[in-house]
Protein backbone atom coordinates (compact mmCIF):
# COMPACT_ATOMS: atom_id res chain seq x y z
CA UNK A 1 0.00 0.00 0.00
CA UNK A 2 1.22 3.39 -0.86
CA UNK A 3 1.74 5.53 2.47
CA UNK A 4 1.82 9.38 2.28
CA UNK A 5 2.67 12.08 5.58
CA UNK A 6 2.89 15.18 5.25
CA UNK A 7 4.33 17.59 7.67
CA UNK A 8 5.68 21.04 7.83
CA UNK A 9 2.38 22.81 8.36
CA UNK A 10 1.93 26.22 10.89
CA UNK A 11 0.90 29.55 11.06
CA UNK A 12 2.78 32.54 9.55
CA UNK A 13 2.23 35.83 8.79
CA UNK A 14 1.28 37.28 4.88
CA UNK A 15 4.53 37.28 3.40
CA UNK A 16 6.29 34.58 5.23
CA UNK A 17 7.24 31.06 4.01
CA UNK A 18 6.39 27.17 4.30
CA UNK A 19 7.98 24.09 3.25
CA UNK A 20 5.63 20.99 3.29
CA UNK A 21 7.27 17.53 3.08
CA UNK A 22 5.37 14.30 2.03
CA UNK A 23 7.13 11.37 3.23
CA UNK A 24 6.24 8.10 0.68
CA UNK A 25 6.24 4.50 0.79
CA UNK A 26 5.78 2.16 -1.59
CA UNK A 27 6.22 4.51 -4.48
CA UNK A 28 8.06 1.98 -7.11
CA UNK A 29 5.63 -0.76 -6.20
CA UNK A 30 2.51 0.74 -6.98
CA UNK A 31 4.07 2.59 -9.70
CA UNK A 32 3.31 5.90 -8.96
CA UNK A 33 3.78 8.18 -11.53
CA UNK A 34 3.06 12.08 -10.36
CA UNK A 35 2.44 13.41 -7.33
CA UNK A 36 0.25 16.22 -6.54
CA UNK A 37 -0.24 18.72 -3.16
CA UNK A 38 -3.74 20.11 -3.07
CA UNK A 39 -5.55 22.10 -0.53
CA UNK A 40 -8.85 22.52 0.95
CA UNK A 41 -10.13 25.67 2.62
CA UNK A 42 -13.63 25.60 4.94
CA UNK A 43 -16.40 25.07 2.70
CA UNK A 44 -14.54 25.12 -0.52
CA UNK A 45 -13.81 22.10 -3.06
CA UNK A 46 -10.39 20.24 -2.82
CA UNK A 47 -7.97 22.27 -5.42
CA UNK A 48 -5.13 21.48 -7.00
CA UNK A 49 -1.97 23.31 -6.42
CA UNK A 50 0.96 21.65 -7.54
CA UNK A 51 2.28 18.18 -9.39
CA UNK A 52 5.63 16.60 -10.32
CA UNK A 53 6.28 13.67 -12.28
CA UNK A 54 8.51 10.76 -11.68
CA UNK A 55 11.36 12.43 -14.46
CA UNK A 56 10.68 15.85 -12.79
CA UNK A 57 8.31 17.72 -15.11
CA UNK A 58 6.02 20.49 -12.77
CA UNK A 59 2.82 21.81 -13.30
CA UNK A 60 1.07 24.54 -10.94
CA UNK A 61 -1.99 26.51 -10.91
CA UNK A 62 -1.93 30.12 -11.66
CA UNK A 63 -2.84 31.65 -8.58
CA UNK A 64 0.65 29.52 -6.71
CA UNK A 65 3.00 30.47 -9.86
CA UNK A 66 6.07 32.35 -9.06
CA UNK A 67 5.40 31.63 -5.36
CA UNK A 68 5.30 27.68 -4.59
CA UNK A 69 7.73 25.29 -6.12
CA UNK A 70 7.87 21.71 -5.94
CA UNK A 71 10.79 19.61 -5.89
CA UNK A 72 11.17 15.76 -4.88
CA UNK A 73 14.15 13.78 -3.10
CA UNK A 74 13.71 10.48 -4.95
CA UNK A 75 17.28 9.21 -2.36
CA UNK A 76 14.50 10.41 0.31
CA UNK A 77 11.24 9.25 -0.87
CA UNK A 78 10.03 13.00 -0.81
CA UNK A 79 8.01 15.11 -2.31
CA UNK A 80 8.14 19.39 -0.95
CA UNK A 81 5.93 22.53 -1.60
CA UNK A 82 8.29 25.29 -0.83
CA UNK A 83 5.73 28.23 -0.39
CA UNK A 84 6.93 31.73 -0.71
CA UNK A 85 5.20 35.27 -0.32
CA UNK A 86 2.37 33.79 1.18
CA UNK A 87 -1.27 35.04 1.18
CA UNK A 88 -4.08 35.08 3.73
CA UNK A 89 -5.84 33.05 0.74
CA UNK A 90 -3.78 30.11 0.81
CA UNK A 91 -5.23 29.52 4.75
CA UNK A 92 -6.16 25.66 3.95
CA UNK A 93 -5.80 21.86 4.83
CA UNK A 94 -2.91 20.63 2.60
CA UNK A 95 -2.92 17.01 1.24
CA UNK A 96 0.18 15.28 -0.63
CA UNK A 97 -1.50 12.72 -3.19
CA UNK A 98 0.01 10.08 -5.71
CA UNK A 99 -1.28 8.95 -8.93
CA UNK A 100 -0.42 5.45 -11.24
CA UNK A 101 -1.84 6.39 -14.44
CA UNK A 102 -1.37 8.81 -16.79
CA UNK A 103 -4.42 11.60 -17.41
CA UNK A 104 -4.91 14.08 -19.62
CA UNK A 105 -5.59 16.58 -15.93
CA UNK A 106 -2.75 17.36 -14.50
CA UNK A 107 -4.66 17.78 -11.00
CA UNK A 108 -8.19 16.80 -11.05
CA UNK A 109 -8.27 14.96 -7.56
CA UNK A 110 -10.42 12.36 -8.99
CA UNK A 111 -7.16 10.83 -10.47
CA UNK A 112 -5.36 10.49 -7.25
CA UNK A 113 -5.26 7.35 -5.48
CA UNK A 114 -3.58 8.02 -2.70
CA UNK A 115 -4.02 10.55 -0.44
CA UNK A 116 -2.13 11.50 2.79
CA UNK A 117 -3.94 12.67 6.02
CA UNK A 118 -2.38 16.59 5.98
CA UNK A 119 -0.96 19.35 7.14
CA UNK A 120 -2.61 23.11 8.04
CA UNK A 121 -1.60 26.09 6.67
CA UNK A 122 -2.60 29.16 8.41
CA UNK A 123 -1.81 32.76 6.70
CA UNK A 124 -2.86 35.45 8.89
CA UNK A 125 -2.73 38.73 7.58
Known amino acids: QVHLVESGGGSVQAGGSLRLSCSVSGYTVYGIIVMGWFRQAPGKEREGVAR???????YYVDSVKGRFTISQDNTKNTVYLQMNSLKPEDTAMYYC??????????????????WGQGTQVTVSS
Open 97 to 114: AARNRRVSEPLNPNDYSY
Open 52 to 58: ITSSGGT
